[in-house]
C-alpha cells in the first residue's frame, strides 16, 4: 500500500515563528509555494501560513505584513499526519477537514519531514477519485 512518505515533497521549507510575513511571503514567491509550515526548535510544527492568510489576516486587516511575526498567524493546532500513514488515511484526512495540504511528521520525534499538497495528490489518484477530492475539499 502506498504510504504518506511516498506521496509527500520531502524536506518541507520552514519559516520560523519570528519570521516577518513579508519575509515569508518572498520565500513562498521564490519557491513557488501558496503555503509554508511554521517551525520552531528542532523542526516542531507550530502552525501552517497560506498566502491567503497574508493577505486576509494581515493585508486585509490593514496590518503591515514587514512588521506582522509569522507566530502572530500560527492559530490552533495544525492537521498531521504520520510518514507511515496509508493513503486512503491521507485522502480521508485532507477530505474530512477539507484542508489542500497536509504536513508530514515522522514517528516518534513528531518532526516535520514533508508536506502533502493537492497536486502531490493528484499524481496518484485516478481522474474520477481526483474529481471527487477537489469537490469535497472545495465544498463550503
Known amino acids: 500500500m502506498t504510504t504518506a512518505k511516498e ?11 519570528d519570521q516577518t510575513l513579508a519575509e515569508a511571503a518572498r520565500l513562498m514567491r521564490d519557491r513557488g509555494v501558496g503555503a ?8 516542531k510544527l507550530l502552525g501552517i501560513l497560506t498566502d491567503r492568510d497574508i493577505v486576509l489576516k494581515c493585508v486585509a486587516e490593514g496590518l503591515d505584513p514587514a512588521t506582522v511575526r509569522c507566530v502572530e498567524l500560527a492559530a490552533g493546532r495544525p492537521m498531521v499526519i504520520e510518514e507511515d500513514e496509508e493513503a486512503d488515511l491521507v485522502l480521508e484526512v ?37 474529481a471527487e477530492f ?7
Open 7 to 17: 506521496i509527500m515533497h520531502p524536506g518541507a521549507e520552514c519559516v520560523t515563528g
Open 36 to 43: 509554508l509550515p511554521i517551525c520552531g526548535e528542532q523542526q
Open 94 to 130: 485532507m477530505e474530512e477537514r477539507r484542508v489542500r495540504r497536509l504536513p508530514v511528521i515522522n514517528h516518534p520525534d513528531h518532526q516535520l519531514v514533508g508536506m502533502i499538497s493537492e497536486a502531490d495528490i493528484a499524481r496518484h489518484l485516478s481522474q474520477e477519485r481526483l
Open 134 to 140: 477537489v469537490t469535497t475539499i472545495t465544498a463550503r
